[in-house]
């Protein structure tokens, strides 16, 4: 259960009275009625409000159900919508206090606005407690010749409007409002933060209630005539202090809920980095003795460095020897970020795999044409196609005469949020790329492997990564990144766990 669902649980289990135990010595509900009214008409009577014409009164029939006298004497069965104690009532908001809507001071009257005398509260200052500070403010004559009405303090307020319809709050000074937000002035006999908390358990009801297209809004009659149940006057003060007790233990449930999530998020995320830190440092499978030694494949890669090389296909400092030896104490000549197996060897990237990168430069774009893709089209291990700018044919051919990419290769974000590493694809469509490195493979090398210890170093890079404007790697500092080559039938099983531990992670997601 959110917190947002425990509270409304909470706030609705409290209007319908099953929040604290009902007290038979309580006045009931029912005498609350008599009294309110006989309130009400030594207010009219003294002039200090008017009589509502439209008022109707709520009483309990011979069946125990209420019933609803409408104010041209006819009577009706009130459909209600859920049960309360026998001790309550029913009756309609407006029953319990004197609404009213606030309004705008025509702008063009800057005698309205000037001097700043009177708080003028827009629904954007409900803040779903007490209302403590209004910034703007409108003049006294605007209070005087206008129809904004000064609300008293301990109003009970609602926005009517837009998005912050239900949003609520309580004056603890005198203030006007806007028209998008109705005050309620309880009556004695209702606790106004038994109101508050009504109105904020039937917000989602307000909400679906609201009419218009662009900016819904709920209307002041609306609101007077919902049904509002009326408990005793004590009851009411109990029902109040336990929902500001329950609330409290929500807020502590709500940070252990939101951590809690947090740490779901995060879970499969960290699971995966540790499983490819096992994976790096020859701890998820056993080494078998029986494999091919590291060193017959490093022997075939140099063969093939050397095969490309005499084609024109690679240069002569790609084939400089940069495998980290160990010297006569067991001990690597070199700084190495981890221990690896006996079996295994510390190389260079450049080392294993042609290290190069796409163009640096920006073609001349045209409305048809090739693809030319950038670090944003590497998304969550997959190319995104759109959106891509297009590059004329000639100029696709030309880039990919040194920068083609083939499937298996691995693409590499070298710009802005660097790493984001892509082992590419089967694809049915040519491209060229922009600021991302290209790891080619050599020779047998399992380019799945490669792609995940890329994916574990992803980190490590963006630290080593640099740039004023944006984080920048370059392609020497790739070259030069230290890579933990294990056996080729050990990669090929290291790869088989991983696929297989990943699969299951992600049906925790």
């Not at 609101?223 to 202090?241: C, D, G, M, S, Y």
């Not at 502590?252 to 995320?269: C, G, S, T, V």
């Amino acid at each position: 259960m959110t917190p947002e669902q425990l509270k409304a649980s909470i706030l609705q289990r409290a209007m319908e009275g099953k929040l604290v135990p009902q007290d038979p010595n309580d006045e009931p509900a029912s005498e609350l009625l008599k009294r309110i009214k006989k309130e009400k008409e030594k207010l009219i009577s003294e002039g200090k409000v008017k009589r509502d014409k439209k008022e109707t009164e709520f009483f309990r029939g011979d069946d125990g159900k209420p019933y609803e006298k409408l104010a041209d004497g006819t009577v009706k069965k009130v459909e209600v919508p859920y049960e309360i104690p026998e001790s309550w009532e029913w009756v309609r908001l407006g029953n319990i206090g004197y609404w009213g809507s606030g309004a705008t001071p025509s702008k063009s009257n800057l005698k309205y606005y000037e001097p700043q005398a009177v708080p003028w509260l827009l629904t954007g200052d409900l803040t779903d407690g007490y209302i403590t500070h209004i910034p703007n403010k409108i003049s006294e004559l605007a209070l005087e010749k206008t129809s904004v009405r000064l609300n008293p303090t301990g109003s009970v307020l609602i926005a009517m409007y837009g998005a912050t319809i239900g949003k609520l709050g309580i004056l603890t000074f005198p203030a006007t409002t806007n028209q998008a937000c109705c005050a309620c002035n309880t009556l004695f006999h209702v606790e106004k933060l038994f109101l508050f908390y009504f109105l904020m358990s039937a917000r989602k009801n307000f909400t679906a209630r609201a009419e218009g297209g662009a900016q819904p809004n709920i209307s002041k009659e609306k609101i007077i005539n919902t049904l509002f149940p009326l408990p005793p006057l004590a009851e009411q003060k109990r029902i109040v202090t336990q929902i500001e007790r329950a609330l409290k233990q929500v807020e502590i449930y709500a940070e252990n809920y939101h951590k809690l999530q947090e740490l779901d998020r995060a879970f499969p995320d960290k699971l995966k980095k540790s499983i490819l830190q096992y994976a790096m440092q020859g701890k998820l499978v056993a080494q078998n003795p029986n494999d091919e030694p590291v060193e017959i494949l490093l022997e075939k890669i140099r063969a093939e460095k050397q095969k490309l090389f005499e084609e024109g296909k690679l240069k002569k400092k790609d084939l400089t020897e940069m495998v980290v030896i160990k010297g006569d104490d067991n001990s690597h000549y070199q700084d190495v970020p981890y221990d690896i197996p006996e079996s295994w060897k510390w190389v260079r990237l450049n080392n294993i795999l042609d290290v190069r990168d796409g163009t640096h430069n920006t073609p001349k774009y045209v409305n048809e044409g090739v693809p030319l893709l950038t670090s944003k089209n590497l998304v969550n291990g997959k190319i995104v196609k759109e959106p891509s700018k297009l590059i004329s044919i000639e100029d696709s051919l030309e880039i990919n005469k040194r920068s083609k990419v083939d499937k298996n290769d691995i693409l590499l974000a070298m710009i802005g949020t660097v790493g984001n590493p892509v082992l590419v694809p089967e694809l049915d469509y040519e491209f060229s790329v922009k600021n991302v490195a290209i790891l080619k493979h050599i020779t047998e090398l399992n380019m799945k492997f490669t792609y995940y210890f890329i994916q574990y170093h992803s980190i490590e890079l963006k630290k080593i990564s640099s740039g004023a404007v944006q984080n920048f790697v370059s392609l020497k500092t790739l070259r030069q990144i230290l890579f933990p080559l294990p056996p080729l039938a050990e990669q090929r099983r290291i790869v088989s766990k991983i696929s297989k531990i990943f699969s299951v992670i992600e049906t925790l997601v």
